[in-house]
């Protein structure tokens, strides 16, 4: 996204639309040469960013950079690892622990999580026991579960589900409690790098658009009919879009 354009949103953001920022819907932030000019812009508007990459580009930044405010927490997708070991050397495993190392050196209060998905589980054997060996757990079994590795570094299990809602319908009512049928628009939206406003990550093709950032304030388009219509479905425990019937995230909200 342009930076230019990235303060546009930023500043409209930091008016009581939302405290943290996730850089990313899809894709790896840590891409970016110019990451901490995005991270400026976030600080300066007195917001906290969330950072969530695949270790793979994390020698090409600054560790201070990602240690310390506005970034509140930067989760590492280690599932690459295992789905696609080719393009994943061990030396980028191996930059993540440094990067666990340095953070303590630091005393950095930033939140690391080492993520996996729960289907990669039994194929994660080498990298569970690497993991556990550096963070000194005995028994790299222990990392079938969730686990705190160290001052504010957990192992973190997240449940996989289907992307970009291509499971059959399931349901368009999911009420459990009095909980929302999904938090899009009520807890989060997502701005593509185009400017397509869109409710949640999950859309990453923004087939939900809402407006765009571009040419609309961004207010005015979370006030939208359409928005208001999707949140205020949710609010009752129902889809009111096929893409949110459809969506496999909404399982692992339950
Ligand atoms: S139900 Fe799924 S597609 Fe719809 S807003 Fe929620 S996460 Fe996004």
Redesign the pocket.
Known sequence: MDIGFFEHIISQIAQGLGKLVFLHILGDPLVLKNLSSYLKIIKQYNLRAHIVNSGKFLHTQDFHTLLFAPVREIAFSLSAFVDNPRGFRDSYLQEILEFCSFSRKVKSEVFIHLRLQDYLLDASAPLLKEIAEFFGVADSRALRENLRLDYKTFFTITKHYEWN?KSPVQSNQFRLGKKP??Y?LIKQFGILSNGVVV??C??CFGEIALGDAHIQELRAILDSPKARSIKSYFKEGK?LLP??QK?G??KVLR
């Open positions: 809602a049928y999904c899009g409710p949640c999950i859309d889809a893409q949110c969506c995230y909404v």
